[in-house]
């Protein structure tokens, strides 16, 4: 049973680009979090989201961010116009309908925007 | 606005001898308290939770006690080894409400000397 993936695990972008970053859930979740750690700093919650409905994005910051869980493929974190404040590792992670108390993570996508 | 701490930045054990980490927290909100490692450059790895409903939950080498008056958590690891060297965050959540966003501490680096 495969744990959650996240792809790239690296992304290298220019200021002004885009960004995406892909998170495929453990099999028989329906629940994606997304979380960032920006260096030197703890992991904080940005958006949850459940297949087609976005649940909580009040940690998602007001512009050029964006998330979607669609009813098939992956979720997709979307970051507009990088900056290089927006260099950090995105964590993605997953539970199931049955056990929402424990989430499990991704490997992480670290952006260095450059 | 920081609702979980944890107040050692890191922590030197010997091999064999027990590891204790705390976690302070302020938001009486939180219902349920996980544990989590992280290796660096890798994804959060879970560890072990407690409901506020309990005080102790154990998992072989791991306990977690839960002081619900004192806002205070503390995860104990006997004995320790060598493996368990990386960063443990705890990471508290409003398990009733409408989002399970976990809010992460800081967390502290442990380093088990062998």
């Known amino acids: 049973n495969a744990g959650v993936m996240q792809n790239p695990r690296h992304l290298v972008r220019r200021r002004g680009q885009e960004a995406r970053l892909r998170c495929s859930p453990m099999?028989?979740?329906?629940?994606v979090y997304w979380y960032r750690q920006l260096p030197e700093e703890g992991l904080k919650f940005m958006v949850y989201?459940?297949?087609?409905?976005?649940?909580?994005e009040s940690g998602m910051p007001k512009e050029r961010f964006s998330a979607e869980f669609p009813k098939e493929g992956p979720s997709i974190l979307r970051i507009q116009q990088v900056v290089r404040g927006d260099s950090a590792a995105y964590f993605c992670?997953?539970?199931?309908?049955?056990?929402?108390?424990?989430?499990?993570f991704g490997p992480g996508t670290r952006l260095l925007v450059l | 606005d920081q609702q979980v701490k944890q107040n050692s930045p890191s922590l030197s054990v010997q091999e064999g001898r027990i590891s204790i980490l705390n976690c302070d927290y302020t938001?009486?909100?939180?219902?349920?308290f996980l544990w989590y490692k992280k290796y660096p450059a890798e994804g959060p790895t879970f560890l072990i939770s407690?409901?506020?409903?309990?005080d102790k939950n154990e998992d072989g080498r791991f306990t977690v006690f839960l002081n619900k008056s004192a806002k205070h958590l503390s995860l104990h690891i006997v004995p320790s080894q060598p493996g368990d060297s990386a960063v443990y965050f705890c990471?508290?959540?409003?398990?009733?409400?409408?989002?399970?966003?976990?809010?992460f501490g800081t967390g502290t680096l442990l380093a088990v000397q062998p």
């Open positions: 989201l459940q297949k087609e409905n976005i649940i909580d």
């Open positions: 990471a508290p959540m409003n398990y009733g409400g409408a989002t399970n966003k976990l809010i």
């Open positions: 099999k028989g979740h329906s629940h």
């Open positions: 992670a997953s539970s199931p309908p049955s056990s929402q108390e424990t989430q499990y």
């Open positions: 938001n009486s909100m939180f219902d349920y």
């Open positions: 407690i409901s506020s409903i309990k």
